[in-house]
């Protein structure tokens, strides 16, 4: 658990404006190790973006899927859409997602209806990781016992990674269960963030997979800044040295 040679940031927005020049930020990302980029969507907006961008650089793969955040972007026929883009996908789409539940965001749209359209576009994109067979992306953000009702009630056999975790040892272990792996990412260099150091301290280390968000996310020492994936040589510095203090 030494080698940060080759590392593969397994969530990373790198199709934001902060990642404008993208050949630039792919040779310092690999300079720093970072040999593959996987890119998750937030909705129809910006799938033909993270298509075009995988083509155009072999480092660069995709998921597709509807993230809960953006939901006042998701049409009525938004499902129907993203099908019809997964069945003409190239190789490099690796995934559905960034897909979930948030039960954060703000209260206009914690609303019984607007709920309720979280919950189905979030077990509608888990159908679809059955029908495609592509392991899910999946945000959860004070949400994690709702789904993992819904993931044991479909139990989608391609599992996929529960991005950004931050819940207790028990729904870790949960998910993990289910063939799901923990996302690790920037918080972990936070000494305040006692609850997830520890959790992510005992967890099986074979079902821990490393991330940024970047740009978002930036870790200790860097608040206020763009996240980049040249900082995941820095979470994994975090793991390892979180792991030999346990």
Known sequence: MTD????????????????????????????????KIIIPAIGESNWSKLAN???????????LGLHPYFMAQHGDDAILKLKQSLSCRSSKCVAIGECGLDLRL?????TPEKLDKQYQLFEAQVLLAIEFELPLIIHARKAHDQVVKILRKHQPKKGGVIHAFSGSYQQAMEYIKLGFYIGVGGVISYPRASKTRDVISRLPLSF?????????????GFQGENNHPTQLKLVFKALVELRLEN
Do not use: K, R
């Not at 940060?4 to 934001?16: A, E, G, K, Q």
């Not at 020049?21 to 690999?30: G, M, P, R, Y």
């Not at 821990?208 to 200790?220: K, Q, W």
């Open 208 to 220: 821990l997979l490393l991330e940024t968000d970047a740009p978002d996310m930036p870790l200790d």
């Open 106 to 110: 703000e209260e206009q749209w914690l």
């Open 4 to 35: 940060s040679s080759c590392l593969v940031d397994t969530h990373c927005h790198f199709d934001f404006s902060a990642f404008d020049d993208t050949q630039h930020h792919l040779d310092i990302a690999q300079q720093a190790g970072v040999t």
């Open 53 to 63: 961008l995988s083509s155009q650089f072999p480092s660069l793969y995709y998921a």
